[in-house]
């Protein structure tokens, strides 16, 4: 079970980096793209969607980490 902890908050940390720096590019290509159409629009809501999306995950990860059972459980985790 510990294992099983540590390898959640590590893909809970890496899938959070990899959102918002998704959501970033997305929002930077939306904004320099000057296309008369929907798309830059649509890239830009996606990009700021990926990247509150995100900023959840992180939010999850860090109100999960002050319960006690989880710290606990994550002391005996080998960085």
């Known amino acids: 079970m510990i294992k099983s902890a540590c390898n959640i ?3 809970a940390t ?3 980096v990899a ?3 998704a959501g970033s ?3 930077l290509v939306g904004q320099f793209l ?3 159409s929907f ?3 649509m890239l830009i809501y996606l990009g700021f969607f990926l990247v509150l999306a995100g900023l959840t995950l992180l939010l999850i ?3 999960a980490l002050l319960l006690p059972a989880v710290n ?3 002391e005996h985790c080998q960085h």
């Open 25 to 27: 590019f997305l929002v």
């Open 19 to 21: 959102l918002i720096l």
């Open 72 to 74: 606990q459980r994550l």
């Open 9 to 11: 908050m590590k893909k």
């Open 39 to 41: 798309v830059p629009v």
């Open 34 to 36: 000057t296309l008369g």
């Open 61 to 63: 990860t860090l109100v």
């Open 14 to 16: 890496a899938t959070t």
